[in-house]
């Protein structure tokens, strides 16, 4: 529960507000989501309160220097997504309204619209096939606004797994042609032309749904320059296991490159579309070997090892 003098500096922010609930804690204890309610005018808004453990307990039990240091670094980088760049997303990619940022007596305070209350009351974790549609389209726009955006005050590179952070799991990694090429991977990503802002953390969880499966995201901590194929990737081995994979995955992705085409027709007309989509494809095995490479040492027995991600993975190998 938010502590009375965090309610109280939020209150001296935004006007009379009374606490109603703790949506959720925060990954590995590190503070809160709550609801509140202002009573001036009467409406909701989230909070997200930021308050690092003094130990961390990580459910895999990673606890490390370098790991907490950049799950300090991406609630920094979330408030700055927020301050800066959370403006430009329109309603074909929404997110919540900013209604203050800043320093509280505990931790960092980010303070945003309710989207339960504006219509986007929907979480799952199995979606419908309308959903997967939507949250690809949801996507394809970010992209497309992002497009050649080189992320000022955000992560050098975009995602959670990316190399650069992940050097305990790299070391935890079984010798092998995986680990031989990491460096080789990472370099095939950031080595593409066509860079856009990736939202870093795309899984279906951080998807809201609403009517008519309209969508919009939240938990923007590992938002960085990348390409797009790497939050496609994410997404899509967030909503369907090995076998669906096997048997949906290109279908899904064609869905993305066809809004992305639009997308950048509307917002970029001096880009090739052509040239950024198949750069894109090209790069799909490469951003789930990236992923496998990530998993085999944070968590080889996690279900997501399952055999298209070798396949895709080998695949990649071969590329390069």
Request: glycine share 8%; with cysteine; hydrophobic share 40%.
């Amino acid at each position: 529960m938010l502590s009375k003098a965090t309610l109280d500096h939020l209150s001296r922010q935004l006007g009379p507000l009374r606490y109603l609930e703790t949506v959720q804690s925060l990954w590995s204890g590190y503070g809160e989501i709550a609801r509140i309610a202002l009573l001036d005018p009467a409406h909701h808004l989230i909070v997200k309160s930021v308050t690092p453990p003094t130990q961390v307990q990580h459910p895999r039990g990673w606890n490390n220097p370098t790991g907490h240091q950049r799950k300090l670094r991406s609630y920094q980088v979330e408030l700055a997504f927020y301050q800066h760049y959370a403006r430009r997303c329109d309603e074909d990619c929404p997110v919540a309204s900013v209604r203050y940022v800043g320093q509280g007596p505990e931790g960092d305070l980010l303070v945003m619209a309710d989207l339960d209350q504006q219509g986007y009351g929907l979480r799952t974790l199995n979606p419908t096939a309308a959903q997967i549609r939507a949250g690809l389209v949801w996507l394809a726009e970010f992209h497309g606004t992002f497009f050649a955006d080189t992320g000022s005050k955000l992560w050098p590179q975009g995602n959670y797994w990316h190399l650069a952070t992940r050097p305990d799991e790299y070391q935890a990694m079984s010798d092998g042609p995986l680990k031989q090429a990491a460096q080789a991977l990472n370099a095939a990503l950031q080595a593409c032309p066509y860079q856009t802002l990736l939202h870093g953390d795309a899984k279906v969880a951080n998807l809201c749904f609403g009517a008519d499966d309209a969508v919009a995201a939240v938990d923007f901590q590992y938002v960085g320059p990348g390409p797009g194929c790497t939050d496609v990737m994410y997404f899509l081995s967030s909503c369907l296991d090995g076998a669906d994979l096997a048997q949906q995955a290109q279908g899904w992705e064609t869905v993305y490159f066809k809004q992305l085409s639009a997308a950048l027709a509307r917002r970029h007309p001096q880009v090739d579309g052509d040239a950024v989509v198949q750069a894109w494809q090209t790069l799909m095995p490469i951003a789930w070997a990236d992923f496998a490479r990530f998993l085999a040492g944070w968590s080889p027995s996690h279900p997501k090892c399952h055999d298209y991600l070798a396949a895709q993975t080998a695949r990649a190998l071969s590329m390069l």
